[in-house]
T-cell receptor, first 114, second 115 residues
Framework: GAGVSQTPSNKVTEKGKYVELRCDPI?????LYWYRQSLGQGPEFLIY????????DSGLPNDRFFAVRPEGSVSTLKIQRTERGDSAVYLC????????????FGPGTRLLVL | AQKVTQAQTEISVVEKEDVTLDCVYE???????LFWYKQPPSGELVFLIR??????QNEISGRYSWNFQKSTSSFNFTITASQVVDSAVYFC????????????FGAGTRLAVHP
């Protein structure tokens, strides 16, 4: 079946602009995660959704970052007033509705803030 | 604190050599899960294995094998007879029971397999 998809694959924006990154999880997966991967590092957790609600948003770096999943499927990560330090690959993953289940990752969105 | 350490930043081998990637983890939880993911140059993280803390049996899948030792908090990954297609960054990761489903990743080991 189809895997996790993310759009756009690449996004270039200017400092101060607003961006939205989209994630479409594997069909039937109720859990959805966002991670951020900086160059040369491992992915870092941002937020975890169980259904429509954010079960854990402890990884969001500040209030410029926000994510939604209004219908329990597609999720959007929103970044306001982007800064150069936000440049990274943003990864989305999904998993079935069980704790500590395997997370399957999408190809990521490479964000570059100029 | 929960932490995953992959001390080897880069490893370079010649094709057909065996190579072991080290992973050491820290957690106070007795229930946890360990994972290995592969990230080829294309960038997508590919799941390789999931192991829970109560199952210390080693596992073999083709040329891949994993050695889990709770006594040393290690979950090492061995590739036998490496191939050029094995070239990638490999990540070890941990989920602990008190952390919901948050994956904690190591910094990764870049493996280069040369012909």
């Amino acid at each position: 079946g189809a895997g996790v998809s993310q759009t756009p694959s690449n996004k270039v924006t200017e400092k101060g602009k607003y961006v939205e990154l989209r994630c479409d999880p594997i069909s039937g997966h109720t859990a959805l995660y966002w991670y951020r991967q900086s160059l040369g590092q491992g992915p870092e957790f941002l937020i975890y959704f169980q259904g429509t609600g954010a079960a854990d948003d402890s990884g969001l770096p500040n209030d410029r970052f926000f994510a939604v999943r209004p219908e329990g499927s597609v999720s959007t990560l929103k970044i306001q007033r982007t800064e150069r330090g936000d440049s990274a690959v943003y990864l989305c993953a999904s998993s079935p509705d069980r704790l500590q289940e395997t997370q399957y990752f999408g190809p990521g969105t490479r964000l570059l803030v100029l | 604190a929960q932490k995953v350490t992959q001390a080897q930043t880069e490893i370079s081998v010649v094709e057909k050599e065996d190579v072991t990637l080290d992973c050491v983890y820290e957690t106070r939880d007795t229930t946890y899960y360990l994972f290995w993911y592969k990230q080829p140059p294309s960038g997508e993280l590919v799941f390789l294995i999931r192991r829970n803390s109560f199952d210390e049996q080693n596992e073999i899948s083709g040329r891949y094998s994993w050695n889990f030792q709770k006594s040393t908090s290690s979950f090492n990954f061995t590739i036998t007879a490496s191939q050029v297609v094995d070239s990638a960054v490999y990540f070890c990761a941990l989920i602990f029971s008190g952390g919901y489903n948050k994956l904690i990743f190591g910094a990764g080991t870049r493996l280069a397999v040369h012909p």
